[in-house]
């Protein structure tokens, strides 16, 4: 299976690709990954344009792209519960290196970053949170 990085990135290499489609952190939070992402058209020419675009574009996104707010994890893998898994495994690897070289980690073992309690897109206020919740709870009473 070719990832959307092959397939949409001018460049050859997918290290190459890959790094293309990195944007400065300011400019991901000010927009969403689609907007910031240098293959994602201004405007589509129809809406099969559109619709073929985003099924590659969203199914990379969210199976292959690894997101740092969610500890460098897939959408897909935390959806589906891998998320600890993964994170184990990347921990035990990183142990298992230490242990072969540990000159090269100048003494102190890596550890994978932290899985999040939560993952949001738009986190609303705590305030607004729990008036939606208490909201919700009143209705099934």
Avoid at 26 to 31: P, V
Avoid at 51 to 69: A, D, L, P, T
Wanted: net charge positive.
């Amino acid at each position: 299976m070719i990832s959307l990085v092959e397939q949409l990135s001018p460049y050859t290499g997918k290290k190459a690709a890959c790094e293309a489609l990195l944007v400065p952190r300011a400019t991901f939070y000010r927009h969403h990954s689609s907007k910031s992402c240098p293959q994602f058209p201004q405007r589509f020419g129809s809406i099969q344009d559109a619709r073929s675009f985003c099924q590659i574009f969203f199914s990379w996104y969210n199976k292959e792209h690894c997101h740092s707010g969610i500890a460098l994890m897939t959408p897909e893998q935390v959806h589906y519960g891998m998320d600890k898994q993964i994170h184990q495994l990347r921990s035990q690897v990183l142990a298992d290196a230490f242990q072969k070289k540990q000159s090269r980690f100048k003494g102190k073992m890596s550890v994978p970053k932290s899985l999040p309690v939560a993952a949001w897109i738009n986190k609303p206020a705590t305030d607004e949170f729990e008036s939606n919740l208490l909201t919700c709870v009143s209705h099934f009473h």
